[in-house]
């Protein structure tokens, strides 16, 4: 397979994760989390799908498009375990939906902060929040969702937020 041609793979399926977990939330009450600002390619994807919701998002900086940057209200700067515990706290409501994009491609950086993830999502989440990510995120009290149709496992995860 061409590199070309991998590339339409994976953000095709990314584009289904996304348009699925949109529908699974849908009349649901709460924010939307967006872990991991890079180009704002997903961002505007997720805002452009959920146009009524508040989305936050997340990134240690803002290195996207001018145009998929999100205002400074909905902005959380810095590294991930002190900005989601400063959301914890700031959030007007419990997030119904997380998108985390994280992955680096290196397995063990990768694992840490999807170990980190599993900890302090936790305190933003709200009982019945879908979680969806690129890296397998291990949440205590939480159920597996199938993926959407045509997505390959392992590509991408979902699951949902029991609470306690
Ligand atoms: C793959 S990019 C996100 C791509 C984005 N979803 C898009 O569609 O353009 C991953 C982003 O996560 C951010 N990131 C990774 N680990 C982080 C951490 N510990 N704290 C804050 N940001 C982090 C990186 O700075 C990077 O911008």
Not at 59 to 74: G, K, L
Not at 103 to 129: C, F, H, I, S
Not at 149 to 159: E, I
Request: overall charge negative.
């Amino acid at each position: 397979m061409s590199r070309l041609d991998s590339f339409i793979r994976r953000v095709t399926a990314q584009r289904a994760c996304l348009d699925y977990a949109a529908q699974l939330i849908d009349g649901q009450d709460g924010v939307v989390l967006e872990v991991g600002l890079g180009n704002g390619r997903t961002f505007d994807h997720l805002r452009e799908i959920m146009p009524d919701r508040e989305i936050f998002v997340f990134d240690r900086q803002v290195a996207s498009h001018p145009d998929s940057t999100p205002d400074e209200d909905h902005l959380f700067l810095g590294d991930l375990p002190d900005t989601l515990a400063r959301a914890a706290e700031d959030l007007p409501q419990p997030a119904i939906l997380v998108h985390s994009d994280i992955g680096t491609g290196n397995a063990e950086w990768d694992a840490r902060m999807a170990e980190m993830m599993a900890d302090v999502l936790p305190r933003v989440l709200k009982p019945g929040a879908v979680v969806v990510s690129d890296q397998k995120i291990s949440l205590a009290d939480a159920e597996d969702i199938s993926l959407p149709a045509g997505v390959q496992k392992g590509r991408y995860f979902f699951q949902t937020y029991r609470g306690r």
